[in-house]
């Protein structure tokens, strides 16, 4: 009876997610801009690699700092206006980055990509939230969170070669325009569930019965929803988990092809075409374990939070992997470690991004899932320094593979013990209000 019903519905909420991943994946490619063109960029302007490491880090600084006041101001909002601002904003700072004759405008373009950037996944966190009913939200939101892998796998040749055929300047080009097309695209088709003249009354009924969070925002504000999310350990549970997966994907985001390079003797062609290989399976479990696996059991009738909770626990213990790297000298092996570990973490990473919709009171998952990516993003800048640190001090990856290992059963244990029942949070008391007997 279930399936039938569910045949008749509509699939628009599906073009809505496929619209979110494609947002994902732009806003990954504007990311990864600066480092394909950085040499290009460095000899043009006669920077130091002082002057190229404040460039790289412009953009992580602003976007972590904003992330918990971007969830307030989202959850204030909504995804819709956020949303779009966000991608004019995209096009604009790589309009500036191309027409830089320095260090000041390219930094400065820089930081506003990361303030413009701050909202792309907390929008479409909340999102998917609002356009997905809970037995869905596993695939939805593995389509924008592997955006973000694929990224790496057909990115970098695309941006790279635009600046080897035209130059720097016409790499930023590029992403302009592939920003400015989807801040059209959004504008046009994106709308909230209720204001979506072309969403079917049935295909509505079947979103918001299946349990899509409630929209609208927090009836006693933002600072109080806050403030009410800050002292709640299913939050920190979260939070800390969340970080400890951002701490070893940004390790590899960064140091992998340095690690193949130096460790591994590789030149940098082929360093390249061996880094393609563990985002290309990290591509494929998120999308296929942490997105459809999820999804059929729940359907089969498994406990929902058991089944997001194993999936993310097993991740995590498969992102362990990393320490088989520390063992081996061979190319080959590396490869397959890293491959299972990045494999692992990438399947549990969309569990930990439906999350704040699954766990947040109404009008609060914006906030979750800034504080989330806060603390995410903050790992995230430390673990290309620690690292390089670490390298600098013993030539080796080894014990900073090591430590990213630890701080992935920090996260495991934050995960197992801390979050506990994926289920919804009481809404907060509004201020001035009592507890009714």
Known sequence: MKSAITAKVAKRRWGIGALLGIGVLINYIDRIGLSVAAPQIQEAFNLTPVDMGLLFSAFAWSYSLLQIPVGMVLDRFGPTR??????????LASVITAFSSGFAGIFAARILLGIAEAPAFPVSSKATGYWFPRNERG????????????????GVPLVAVTVVAFGWRWGFGLTAVLSFSYFFAFLLVYRDPSADTKLSKVELDYIQLGGAAPEGP???????????????????GLTIGFAAYGYTFYLFL?????????????????????AAIPWAVATVT??????????????????????RKSVLV???LFGLAVFGATQTTDPAWAIFWISIAL???????????SLPSLIAPKGGAGTVGGIMNFANNLMGAAAPIVTGMIVGATNSFANAFMVAGVILLVGIVSFVFVLGKIEPLPDPVPRGSTVPA
Do not use: C
């Open 139 to 154: 695939t939805a939101t593995a389509i924008f969170d592997a955006a973000a892998k694929f990224s790496n796998v057909i």
């Open 286 to 307: 998120d999308l296929f374990v942490g997105g459809w696996l999820i999804d059929h059991l729940i359907a089969k009738g498994k406990n929902e939070s058991v089944v």
């Open 343 to 353: 494999g692992g973490l990438a399947s549990a990473a969309p569990v930990g991004w």
């Open 82 to 91: 956020v949303g779009r601002w966000g991608a004019f904003l995209w096009g």
């Open 314 to 316: 097993i991740g995590m």
């Open 218 to 236: 927090a009836e006693g504000g933002a600072i109080n929803m806050l403030g009410y999310l800050l002292t709640k350990s299913k939050v920190w």
């Open 254 to 274: 960064t140091w992998l092809p340095g690690y193949l390079v130096q460790t591994m003797h590789m030149s940098i062609i082929k360093s390249a075409g061996f």
